[in-house]
């Protein structure tokens, strides 16, 4: 997905700050994000993923610092109509048709596109007529998609779009986000699977404890781990010989092969050529995984304080 307005600013956070009593939830946050991007936040519970998002609704309000929506503060942004969002939070309304719920929401914008567009789009086409209380979890999910699209809002926020969704029912969201993106619109989402973000995103922003502990393409980001894996065909080799050579930090062994996580796969390739032969050596680097895990650690300075809102 690509912006087609690179220079216009739709989310512009400055200095932002918000705290939970001594627990500083949001701790001096500065993020920009441009029209026609597709933005992943990542960042383990409590790093300040949800608090951001409700700074960035006008949901809560800043302790200190500025947040732009659309060059305007956010509680106007979304009175506008230009900010669609979908929840962790909350339940729908009951006794109300999918229909009638979605329709009803995209009665209050301005400029909302047309109903049966929504709904085929969110994949309700079939459950257009149920009683929204009669629907299975993933299907009320995919309604709060559908709430969150229903007034082709120029940004859309999605807290943990897929949760409770099947795997094609999230390959079809995606299909959908895609396609919202390449007309301009543009996208945040918070996700826990971090391979959604590593596919679907133009750019990927990972925050802990409060602060953005790094932002780039997916490349970029996990370009910033330096740690390699060794794979090779285990045969007569022991893991605890393995563990030994040059650079290694950690061997697991599965199928067969032993994988051997190494901060210098030169030395440690040396090592493992000069023991003998050396079967299907493959050499990678960190996937996205690999990469958050190493980041948030690197950056955790202790247990996060239970009921800390973050």
Request: with cysteine.
């Amino acid at each position: 997905m690509t912006s087609t307005h690179a220079e216009e600013i739709v989310v512009r956070f400055t200095d932002v700050v918000k705290s939970y009593g001594p627990v500083r939830a949001v701790n001096g946050i500065n993020l920009t994000i441009r029209r026609g991007e597709c933005v992943a936040l990542l960042g383990p519970n409590g790093a300040g993923k949800s608090t951001s998002i409700g700074l960035m609704l006008g949901l809560l309000l800043p302790d200190s610092g500025r947040i732009e929506i659309f060059g305007r503060p956010p509680e106007q942004a979304m009175r506008s109509g230009q900010v669609g969002a979908l929840l962790q939070e909350g339940s729908l309304i009951p006794r109300v048709t999918v229909r009638e719920l979605v329709g009803f929401i995209r009665g209050t914008y301005p400029s909302a596109p047309p109903l049966e567009e929504t709904l085929r789009i969110a994949n309700l086409d079939d459950l257009a007529g149920r009683r929204v209380d009669k629907l299975s979890g993933g299907q009320s999910q995919r309604v709060r998609f559908a709430i969150a699209m229903a007034g082709g809002s120029d940004l859309v926020v999605l807290d943990e779009p897929t949760a409770a969704l099947d795997v094609e029912s999230r390959r079809q969201l995606w299909t959908a986000m895609r396609a919202y993106a390449a007309r301009g619109k543009t996208i945040l989402f918070s996700t826990h699977y971090l391979e959604e973000a590593d596919v679907n995103a133009d750019r990927i922003v990972v925050i802990g404890d409060g602060s953005v502990l790094a932002e780039g393409t997916s490349d970029d980001i996990k370009s910033l781990v330096a740690d390699r894996t060794v794979s090779i065909v285990l045969g007569a080799d022991d893991p605890d010989e393995l563990r030994a050579l040059p650079g290694v930090t950690s061997v697991t062994v599965q199928e067969g092969r032993a994988h051997i996580a190494t901060i210098d796969s030169d030395a440690t390739v040396l090592a493992l050529a000069a023991r003998g032969a050396v079967r299907g050596l493959l050499v990678s680097g960190a996937g996205i995984e690999e990469a958050f895990v190493a980041l948030t650690e690197r950056n955790r300075p202790g247990p996060v304080r239970e009921g800390s809102h973050r």
